[in-house]
């Protein structure tokens, strides 16, 4: 069965002391209250080590990003493999932000999957349209291209991976996409996997929502069949909105 799981994504947020102390707070928090998903908190590269040396089970660790390169001559680049060796098990690939800002592409987007599954790291694979592809009507088919680029993948591989759906227009926006939305995406999405890779492998995909999920509106977009949880942007950094969307799962 696929798992229910709330991903917090930092972003380039906090300096390593604020990253300690947020980290230390989500995990005394909960110890006091068990919780009823998967929890990972993905942190700034600077980050990884100090934070997996203040968190426990059932806290996992993650990397906003890893190089589509194994090593070498990349000044500036992190691997898969150094991420691995801070204690991470995911890594965030795919984010618009990268896609926008950086330029990202379907093939960088597949070697950087490739190099993540190579080293054990769990991909959280984001896939979402802008605001014109959900105006004039193909979100459909650009999120469905977005998925279909990690198809020369084996089930085997694919079935380790996160997908993340984010619409970009509604991050750091404010707006939300209606839990009816949202589930009618994630829907598609489970369809376009059920097409390559078949029913039980798509039944046991877990896709997020991401997009101004909050505290106020985590509990109606879980409760939608085909929504497994969220990765969190904003409301992942402060300790107790992040614990408010965890228990949106109790």
């Not at 059932?58 to 150094?82: D, F, Q, R, W």
């Not at 795919?94 to 950087?112: D, I, M, T, V, W």
């Not at 505290?215 to 969220?230: S, Y």
Request: a negative charge; one cysteine or more; glycine letters at 10%.
């Amino acid at each position: 069965m696929r798992k229910n799981i709330v991903a917090g994504n930092w972003k380039m947020n906090t300096v390593l002391e604020e990253g300690v102390e947020l980290a230390s707070q989500i995990n005394d928090l909960l110890k006091e209250k068990k919780a009823n998903c998967e929890v990972v908190i993905c942190v700034p590269f600077t980050h990884l080590v100090s934070v997996n040396g203040v968190i426990d089970a059932p806290i996992k660790l993650g990397a906003e990003n890893c190089s589509e390169h194994e090593k070498g001559a990349y000044t500036g680049e992190v691997s898969a493999a150094m991420v691995k060796s801070t204690g991470a098990s995911h890594v965030i690939l795919g984010h618009s932000e990268r896609r926008q800002y950086f330029g990202e592409n379907n093939e960088q987007l597949l070697a950087k999957t490739k190099l993540a599954l190579a080293n054990n790291l769990t991909p959280i694979f984001c896939v979402g349209e802008v605001l014109e592809e959900r105006e004039n009507g193909s979100y459909n088919d650009v999120v469905k291209g977005q998925v279909e680029a990690l198809f020369s993948l084996s089930a085997d591989d694919f079935s380790k991976i996160v997908i993340a759906y984010e619409p970009v227009w509604a991050i750091g926006t404010g707006k939300t996409a209606t839990a009816e939305q949202a589930q009618d995406m994630h829907a598609h999405i489970r369809s376009v996997i059920a097409e390559k890779y078949g029913k039980d492998l798509a039944e046991n995909t877990s896709i997020l929502y991401g997009g101004s999920c909050k505290p106020g509106n985590a509990k109606e977009l879980f409760a939608k069949p085909d929504v497994d949880g969220g990765l969190i942007g904003g409301a992942a950094l402060q300790a107790d909105s992040f614990m408010g969307i965890i228990a949106a799962f109790d």
